[in-house]
């Protein structure tokens, strides 16, 4: 977000009654607790292996190395209660690893990209020509649609009675969330590593005075046909979306609406994208100046609202 900064510090967003403020990135897109470690029962880890499925061995044993260090985690805080230790040290480990055990794991993500995202920035797709390069791209960038708050909402919108055996399930897999969010995003990046010389992967150049906006939902799927029904998008229906500054957008296109390489778009496109970009957003939409973001605020969390309607849900 800092690259829409103009000290390095602050920057415009919306807030939850879609004032716009001026204030530090640190304050933006913040739930106490989101990503903290939870519980891991026969039941959860029964959900959490559900979701493999299919996939291939290779990646299995990817989830399961990430996931054995979570059920070490649960045994020791286990024995620790059962046996009433009480050591101030452990448990601030413990607590810490609760709190920050998924957190590193994202921030591992975002270390091996920031040269990345830079060099992006600048115009520079080369720097993605190296095949672990764009593996470790595309996993960070695929990680910007699963470990958000409307990701998880719009998982969770529809309600079954707690009593049924959906109910049941969708409880276990909320608990679970935590962890499926990153699995999700292991899975969807792989998937896109797999199909980039099938898909159109390109830079969007925005040499206009309107800025291209972010929001606490980075990636999207901007499809022009999309966001009007509630049902899975297609296959070709799914164009990536991600604003990296103002000027310069990544775009992972399905449908073939922009071709590979740099694309400089005209005002109507940066609106279209800005437009989505609020629609999809959760609670922040953010830019480097307050008047960019005014046409936008009164779309914040639109799309969300209508799934909802359409769901008929009270959530």
């Not at 992967?201 to 966001?227: E, G």
Request: glycine share 4%; with cysteine.
């Amino acid at each position: 977000m800092k690259k829409w900064s103009t000290n390095n510090r602050d920057i415009y967003f919306t807030t939850k009654n879609k004032t716009i403020v001026f204030d530090s990135v640190r304050n933006v897109a913040v739930a106490q607790d989101f990503y903290q470690v939870g519980k891991l029962t026969k039941t959860h880890l029964e959900v959490i292996k559900g979701f493999l499925g299919d996939a291939d061995e290779d990646l299995k044993r990817l989830h399961m190395s990430y996931l054995s260090d979570f059920i070490i985690f649960n045994r020791i805080e286990g024995y620790v209660d059962s046996n009433n230790i009480l050591d101030d040290e452990v448990e601030q480990e413990l607590k810490a690893f609760k709190s920050n055990g998924i957190e590193n794991l994202h921030t591992a993500h975002e270390n091996e990209v920031k040269h990345i995202l830079d060099r992006l920035i600048e115009g520079d797709l080369s720097v993605l020509e190296d095949k672990d390069r764009m593996m470790n791209f595309l996993i960070f960038y695929a990680h910007q649609m699963t470990r958000t708050k409307t990701m998880k909402d719009n998982a969770f919108l529809y309600k079954a009675k707690e009593d049924s055996v959906e109910g049941r399930y969708a409880r276990i897999l909320q608990e679970s969330w935590w962890f499926v969010s990153y699995m999700l995003g292991l899975n969807v990046g792989r998937s896109l590593y797999l199909d980039r010389k099938s898909d159109n992967h390109c830079l969007l150049i925005n040499n206009t005075d309107i800025p291209f906006i972010t929001s606490d939902q980075p990636v999207i799927n901007a499809y022009r046909k999309t966001h009007d029904i509630v049902k899975p998008p297609e296959e070709h229906e799914c164009d990536h979306y991600f604003p990296l500054s103002p000027k310069v957008a990544y775009m992972i296109n399905k449908s073939d609406r922009f071709p590979s390489g740099k694309v400089s778009v005209t005002e109507d496109v940066i609106e279209e994208m800005n437009t989505k970009i609020a629609k999809l957003a959760n609670v922040n939409i953010i830019s480097n100046s307050e008047g960019s973001l005014k046409p936008y605020r009164k779309y914040v969390g639109s799309w969300n609202q209508k799934i909802r309607e359409q769901l008929g849900s009270d959530t």
